[in-house]
C-alpha cells in the first residue's frame, strides 16, 4: 500500500512538472500550433519537443516563430544575465523578450542567483507585454470607431491607449491625424502630435529603425499643424530635424517643404490670407530648407501640390477608415489656408464686432434753465449693421471653393 502511495505521489509530481514546463508552441507562419514541453536542442539544431500524450517530434529552429525562437535561445544559449539583458536591449518585441526569459528561468544550466535576477525582470517584462497588448487593441478599436464616423469615441480609446503605453508614439500619431481630417481642430491635433514627439525625442527615435517612421511622421504632421498656427519659425527647425537625421526622406516630406516655399514667395508679393506673408529673413531660412533637402532627397524641383501631406506610417487601416474624407492614399488636408475649410471668413472690416460697427444718433433732449425748458441735440453712440458683412460676422471666402484649395 505504502509503495503504490509513493508511486501515485511521483506520477503526480511528473505530471505536474510537465504541466509546469509544457507551452503553446508555433510555427513561423502562426497556421499551425501545439502545446508541447520543451525536451532539447540537438546538434542538427532541431527542437525536440514532447506533447502531453507523450508523444515527441522535432522541427527546426528556424521553422518556430519568432517568440518560440527567442524561448529556445534563452533556455540553451545564455549562460548568464548580462547575456540576457544584452538580448533584451538589442530586441524590440515585448513578446520576444518574455519569451527569452521564461527559457532563461526553465534552463538547468543557470544557478539560481542569476535566475533570481532574471525572475524580477521577468515580472516588468510581463507586464510591458500586457500594456503593449491592450495599446494595440484600444488603437484597433479606435479605428473601427473612425469608420463609423464615431471621432469623439475614436480619440477616447486613444487617449486611453497613449496613456496605457507612455513609451509609444502611435495612440498620439493617430490620434492627430482623425482630428485633422475629421473635424479639422488643428489645435487639438497639434497637441497630439507635440506629445508623441516629445516622447519620440526623449527615446532618440531618429536612431531606432523601429521607430523611425512613426516619428518622422510625428515631426512632419507636428509641423504642419504649426504652419496653420502661423508659427512658421517652428515649423522650419522641425523640418531642419529630419534632414539632419540623415535619413531616408519621404517624398511626401519633400512636397510639403515645396509647397510652404512657394506660399512663402507668393507671400512677399502679395499680402493675402492664403498665402504665407512673413519676413524676409523667414523667407530666406525656408528657401535654404528647401535646398538642404533637395540636395539631400536628390529631387528635382516641381509644382508644389494642393493640399498638405500628412503621414500615417504604417497606419494603412487608418487610411481605409477616413478614406472618405478626401485623398488619403497621400494622407492630403486640402482645406483653405484663408478660411480652414470653413468657407466664411471673418468680415474684412476692422471696425465690425460681430456684424455691427459703432455708429451714433442725435437725440433731443431737454434742459431747464432759468430763462425756461429748451432743447438741444445730443450724440448718443449705437451699433449698427455691417454693409460688408451683412451683420453676419463673415462672409464667404473668395480664396477657396468649398473650403479646400
Not at 95 to 120: C, H, M, N, P, T
Not at 171 to 181: H, S
Not at 254 to 269: A, H, P, S, T
Request: proline content about 3%; glycine content about 4%.
Amino acid at each position: 500500500m505504502r509503495w503504490a502511495t509513493v508511486l501515485f505521489a511521483l506520477l503526480a509530481m511528473s505530471a505536474i512538472a510537465t504541466t509546469l514546463f509544457a507551452r503553446q508552441w508555433s510555427d513561423a507562419s502562426g497556421r499551425h500550433k501545439v502545446e508541447a514541453e520543451f525536451v532539447e536542442l540537438e546538434e542538427d539544431g532541431r527542437v525536440q519537443l514532447r506533447r502531453d500524450d507523450g508523444a515527441i517530434f522535432r522541427i527546426a529552429r528556424e521553422k518556430l516563430s519568432a517568440v518560440d525562437q527567442a524561448y529556445v535561445q534563452g533556455r540553451c544559449d545564455f549562460a548568464s544575465f548580462a547575456e540576457l539583458q544584452e538580448f533584451q536591449q538589442a530586441t524590440a518585441s515585448e513578446a520576444q523578450i518574455s519569451a527569452a526569459y521564461e527559457g532563461f528561468l526553465a534552463s538547468a544550466k543557470v544557478d539560481d542567483e542569476e535566475k533570481a535576477q532574471a525572475r524580477a525582470a521577468l515580472a516588468a517584462a510581463e507586464q510591458a507585454v500586457v500594456a503593449v497588448e491592450q495599446h494595440d487593441e484600444l488603437i484597433a478599436e479606435a479605428v473601427k470607431l473612425a469608420r463609423r464616423r464615431a471621432w469623439d469615441e475614436a480619440i477616447a480609446r486613444l487617449r486611453r491607449a497613449s496613456r496605457t503605453l507612455p513609451t509609444s508614439l502611435d495612440a498620439d500619431l493617430v490620434a492627430g491625424i482623425i482630428l485633422v481630417k475629421s473635424e479639422r481642430d488643428y489645435k487639438k491635433a497639434e497637441n497630439h502630435f507635440y506629445k508623441a514627439y516629445l516622447r519620440g525625442k526623449k527615446q532618440e527615435a531618429f536612431a531606432q529603425e523601429e521607430l523611425q517612421a512613426e516619428y518622422v511622421a510625428t515631426v512632419n504632421n507636428l509641423a504642419l499643424t504649426r504652419i496653420r498656427a502661423g508659427k512658421l519659425t517652428s515649423a522650419q527647425t522641425l523640418w531642419t530635424e529630419i534632414v539632419e537625421a540623415e535619413i531616408d526622406i519621404p517624398q511626401e516630406v519633400m512636397i510639403n517643404v515645396e509647397r510652404v516655399c512657394w506660399l512663402v514667395q507668393q507671400g512677399q508679393e502679395e499680402k493675402s490670407p492664403q498665402y504665407l506673408p512673413t519676413s524676409e529673413k523667414n523667407a530666406e531660412r525656408y528657401e535654404q530648407l528647401y535646398a538642404l533637402y533637395r540636395g539631400t532627397a536628390g529631387a528635382e524641383p516641381r509644382e508644389p501640390g494642393d493640399g498638405w501631406l500628412y503621414l500615417t506610417a504604417a497606419h494603412a487601416d487608418l487610411k481605409r477608415a477616413l478614406e472618405p474624407y478626401g485623398n488619403w492614399q497621400a494622407c492630403e488636408d486640402r482645406a483653405c489656408m484663408a478660411c480652414v475649410g470653413e468657407e466664411r471668413v471673418e468680415c474684412p472690416n476692422r471696425k465690425c464686432k460681430k456684424g455691427t460697427v459703432r455708429s451714433y444718433r442725435y437725440e433731443t433732449r431737454y434742459k431747464n434753465t432759468p430763462a425756461g425748458r429748451i432743447a438741444f441735440q445730443t450724440k448718443v453712440p449705437i451699433r449698427v449693421p455691417c454693409k460688408t458683412c451683412q451683420r453676419a460676422g463673415d462672409i464667404d471666402c473668395e480664396h477657396c471653393e468649398g473650403g479646400e484649395f
